[in-house]
Structure formats: C-alpha cells, structure tokens
C-alpha cells in the first residue's frame, strides 16, 4: 500500500469505509475504540490506513517504537499542517471538523525548530509561574465548592457534577477570567475534540471569549496566565497570543477532565487503590501513572505530516501524508507490554503526553489539579462507593478520546462545607 487513500486499496475491516479503510469517526467507532485498534494492529501492523471524519485519509502510528519515531524526528515527521496534501490539494474544507485540531497556527504546536521554541518558552514560563503561585489553593476552593452541590444527596455522577467542570473552574482563575463562564468554555472545548457538525461553531465561541479576555487584560493586567502571554519577553503578536490561549486552554481542560475521570474510576473499582488513598499508603501519583499507561486522557493525538517519502512500520509513506499518533494503542503494544497486568509503578514512560519537543508543557499542572482534586474528594465524602458494578461503566469515544459516560457514586450525606 503506497498511501492511505480511498484508491489505494487495502485489506478490509469491518465497519469501515471507501475500499474497506477503518473509519476513527462515527457511531461504530464510539463504541469500539479499542477494537477496531486490535483489528487494525492484526491485520496492518504498527501502522495502519484509516480514515477520519469526511473520510479524509490518514496513518494511525499503532507501535510504541513507531510513535516514538514519529514524536522525536521532527525533520522526517513536521507539525507544519501546511504541507498536508489533502489539505493543499482542497479535499479538506475549511467547514471541516477536523480543522479545529489539524488546521495550522500561529502557536508552538503548529511549528517546530526555532519558532516553536520561542513560542513554546512563552507557555512553560508562563506555566510555570502559575505553579510557583500555587494552584492547589484554586483546586481545593473549586473541588469544595463542586461538592457542596450535591453533599448532602448522598449520591452523585462524578463524571457530570465533578470531574466535566471541575479543571476549567480552575483555568477560568488561572487565565483571569470570569467564573461564569467556565462552563460554557468547558463544554466547548468538549465539543472541539469531540469534532461533529458543531466543532468550528465552538471554536469560534471560544476565541470570541478569548478575545474579550486579551483585550481586558491588556487595559486591566493581573497575576494570571493571560497577562503573563502578553507581557512576555518573547513578544507575541495578537495571534500569537490568541491562539496560545486556545491551546492551552482545551487541551488542559479537556485532558485533566478526562484523565481525572478516569483516575476516579480507577479508585472506586479497585479495592487496593482506595484502602491505599485511605490509609496514607498509596500515593495518588501512582494511579495517575498507571491510568495514564492504560487509558490515557488523549487516545489519538494529531498529527504529523511526512516531509518526504518513507518507510514506517512496514508502510510506504509519501510526502504530505498526514499520520496521527495511537497514544493509547502505543501503550498497549505487544511488544513492549505482553503482559498489561505488570506492575507499572514508578514507570513514566508512557506516550500520554506525547514525546520530543511537542510533549506536553501542561502536564505538571494538570497532574496537581487531579491530586488535589481526588484528595478533597475522598476526605469529604466517607463511605464513598460505586453503584453499579464495573463491567457496567461505559465509554464514548471520539476520533481523538474516550470518555468515561458515568460514575454513579454514594457516600454519607452531609451539610454542604462540612
């Protein structure tokens, strides 16, 4: 197989679309993720043919090797959209929901060498900061004031009333924005890397709203993330600034949201973890780690783009073929995992945030917020156990991420703030 197009043949698979090629996107593939990544390992090896939403060609990087290889050559595999064929040639439309995700920018995702490490300083000392300030005091108000809405219930879905809102309550206090507007942002953000008919409507929403905060904080600066892009040495120009704001604005969200669902889910169905949490035994970064090897946040992580014909796990790779990273099925390859029962404690080599000079500068913070977030939790709410039993618990999935649906819980009913 020369290139993952429609005309290039390849062995079929079910559910899938133009000449048997699986499709990452639809109904199917929101209920099987993992399947259809077993499916595709089987039949194609570490590197597959797929299609995403438009039945846009594209190569799933499956192998943990590969991924590897992908991430850290920037010269063979850019993050430059600009030389996508697919896109230069306009079978992408500008209408697309891939666009949110693929199209290029003016931030230090969008472009490597140079460029991206001026833009990139901007994000990591500005990050930084932040942490220097102090983000758990943000944490713990936020998660206090989630729980009060429903602590004297008795029950709750940790998904819908904890974990959905909880990180961007957060960042809306780290980049100076209004709380009332955190979850609208939330839910926009949601809707970006979920893709649909809706994506591009969302995005605009937010840079609307990004807008808005760029110019307050220009007339009125503060100690926040969005003063500290303006005022940076690096001098950002106004898209610069805008869309580094987006960046790290729906990937923190989005990620931490889902990774802390995820961490929950982990304490409330295995015993150990919770007994461990309890008693001061286990520390909370060690289930962090583990979810991150099993089921991190980011399943698919977009994209790269070919600078030149190659070869990659077997398969041809032509110039300008686009190539998203299986971050998750990297995790699970057979190669380097035959056993996924292995104990992983103290093992960060997982791919969840990504690798080279694109890994994710975020990752400290979003860390903090889910390890405070699961301590006010468990010391709020005693008695806190799952209602239904684990093999009940499902998932939607996206072309980029599965999301847990729910996590219905019960604990003691208590008076809010106590």
Known sequence: MNSPTPASGGCPVAH?????????YGEHAAKDQQGIY???????????????????????????????????????????????????????????????MLAWRPDCVSQDGEPHRRLRAAVTDNLQALADRGVKRHVTYFANKQIDAFADEGSADLVAQYAEYLPMLVLTRLFGLPEREGRQLAVSCAQVIKGGADAVAHNDRIMQILEALAERK???????????????????????????????????????????????????????????????????????QEVMWNTPPLAVCPGRFATADLELGGQQIKSGDLLVLGLAAGNLDPEIRPDTSTDLHGN????AFSGGAHECPGQGL????????????LHRLSGLRLTVEPGELTTTASTWEARLDRLPVEFAAQTAGV
């Open 218 to 288: 220009r007339a009125e600066p503060g100690a926040d993330f969005t003063t500290g892009l303006l005022s940076h040495h690096a001098d950002l120009d106004e898209g610069e600034i805008l869309s580094h704001l987006r960046l790290v604005l729906i990937t923190a969200h989005t990620t931490t949201s889902n990774l802390l669902a995820r961490v929950l889910q982990s304490v409330l169905t295995h015993a150990s973890h919770m007994a461990g949490l309890v008693s001061g035994q286990l520390n909370i970064s060690a289930v962090v």
């Open 38 to 100: 077993e499916r595709l390992r089987k039949q194609h090896g570490s590197v597959a043919p797929v299609l995403l939403e438009g039945d846009i060609p594209a190569w799933l990087v499956l192998g943990y090797r590969e991924n590897r290889r992908v991430l850290e050559n920037p010269r063979q595999f850019a993050r430059d959209s600009r030389i996508w064929r697919d896109w230069k040639e306009g079978r992408v439309e500008n209408t697309s929901p891939l666009i949110p």
């Open 16 to 24: 899938g679309g133009p000449n048997g090629l699986a499709r990452l």
């Open 348 to 351: 960060q080599a997982h791919l």
């Open 366 to 377: 979003g860390q903090g917020i889910i390890e405070t977030s699961v301590d006010v939790l």
